[in-house]
């Protein structure tokens, strides 16, 4: 149980596109979606937090308005990059608290490539 | 400093062998402690909690120090399979927040 479907699993774009990411949590409700970045060889860096009904907070460093996140209900959280350059390469993760207990479920992850 | 710091490794180990990671956190208030495992190009998964009493998972063990605030993990009779970073995470010690060590590279050969 308590699945995190994200997708898609990779993409490409060209630079100044924009790139939406979906994550669905499939049989739970996810009040709370935690968004990182990885970039190679380095640690998940939280990007944000999104909670169903409000607006997300941002880590220190990351630009809300290129970075935009909605979470309008409580089984779907979207991550879209705008304007996409290719320092924005990298492996994006979502990830729903479940309970002190079991840690929490992350989605498959987005490689998203920008050329 | 770093929230969660972890040696990257590679600790590359025969099979059979008995490896253990360490990973120190600085904030004292954090409560929630955990080894995930990833594999390249893949999404971190759950090896196991940390308990404050210390707990076991089959080859696995894992203990926790609060006092000198470290964590670490132990696997016995390294498997070919056991190969992958192992990441430790603790809790902001408010709220859901995870933060995530670097990572420690586990490499078991033949």
């Known amino acids: 149980g308590a699945v995190v479907s994200q997708h898609p699993s990779w993409v490409i774009c060209k630079s100044g596109t924009s790139v939406k990411i979906e994550c669905r949590s499939l049989d739970f409700q996810a009040t709370t979606m935690f968004w990182y970045r990885q970039f190679p060889k380095q640690s998940l860096m939280l990007m944000a937090t999104?909670?169903?009904?409000?607006?997300?907070?941002?880590e220190q460093g990351v630009e809300k308005d290129k970075f935009l996140i909605n979470h309008a209900s409580l089984t779907l959280s979207t991550l879209t990059v705008t304007s996409a350059h290719p320092e924005d390469s990298s492996f994006y993760i979502c990830s729903a608290p479940r309970d002190s207990n079991y840690g929490y479920t992350f989605g498959s992850g987005t490689r998203l490539t920008v050329v | 400093r770093k929230e969660v710091e972890q040696d990257p490794g590679p600790f590359n180990v025969p099979e059979g062998a008995t490896v253990a990671f360490n990973c120190t956190y600085s904030n004292s208030a954090s409560q929630s402690f955990f080894w995930y495992r990833q594999d390249c190009r893949k999404e971190p998964k759950l090896l196991m909690s940390?308990?404050?009493s210390g707990n076991e998972d089959g080859r696995f063990t894992a203990q926790l120090n609060r006092a000198s605030q470290y964590i670490s993990l132990l696997i016995r009779d390294s498997k070919l399979s056991d190969s992958a970073t192992y990441l430790c995470v603790v809790n902001r010690g408010s709220g859901n927040m995870l933060t995530f060590g670097g990572g420690t590279r586990l490499m078991v050969k033949p």
């Open positions: 999104s909670n169903e009904g409000s607006k997300a907070t941002y």
């Open positions: 940390v308990y404050s």
